[in-house]
């Protein structure tokens, strides 16, 4: 059957309406208003920072602020400051982005199933502030085979050093070298 140019403004009319609907009963349901957290947001981000965390993103490969950082340190989300990774589990992907092993706390790390791009990939989401971070694949080296393809645009680092400043001082011994342990024991 041959669909007319009239049936399908009509089709589209009526998705429209469902979508109206839609946003109309997340209104009065009492659901958090997407609006005003994305207005929030783009206020605090930059433009990419937004794009990725906030629209699922993806920043350009080798043109970003983390793919070849080897400062010691550890990684956090942009939106919330919640702890994800650490310099102590990333290594060169060759991919472009930074690439890690393993989430430095697990529970702040939430896996999605994402079925975007015609294909089905895992994507990894900060638990806290739900930011976009990028997706997690099984082609990572040892000691997990794992690899999580980040966005640094959902990243903050903060260096090792800076640690205890920024409020992050539970991994501080992370970065403290063994003779230093040892010479602060004695």
Not at 59 to 70: C, G, L, Q, V
Request: glycine residues 6%; charged residues 25%.
């Amino acid at each position: 059957m041959k669909t007319t140019f009239t049936q399908s403004k009509f089709y589209l009319l009526a998705l429209v309406g469902v979508a109206v609907t839609y946003a109309s009963f997340l209104l009065i349901s009492g659901e958090p208003e997407p609006p005003a957290k994305f207005s929030e947001m783009k206020d605090k981000l930059t433009p990419i920072q937004y794009n990725v965390t906030q629209k699922n993103g993806t920043e350009p490969p080798f043109r970003n602020a983390y793919w070849d950082n080897k400062a010691p340190g550890i990684y956090v989300d942009i939106v919330s400051g919640e702890p994800l990774f650490s310099s102590t589990d990333k290594f060169v992907s060759g991919t472009g982005w930074p690439s890690f092993v393993r989430a430095l706390v697990e529970e702040n790390v939430v896996e999605k199933t994402d079925r975007s791009l015609g294909m089905i990939r895992t994507e990894v989401r900060s638990k806290e502030a739900d930011s976009h971070l990028g997706h997690i694949f099984p082609d990572g080296p040892k000691p997990t085979g794992m690899r999580y393809c980040i966005n640094s645009a959902s990243l903050r680092f903060i260096p090792a050093q800076d640690l205890e400043k920024e409020g992050y001082g539970q991994f501080v011994e992370m970065f403290t070298e063994p003779e230093k342990k040892t010479a602060a024991k004695k």
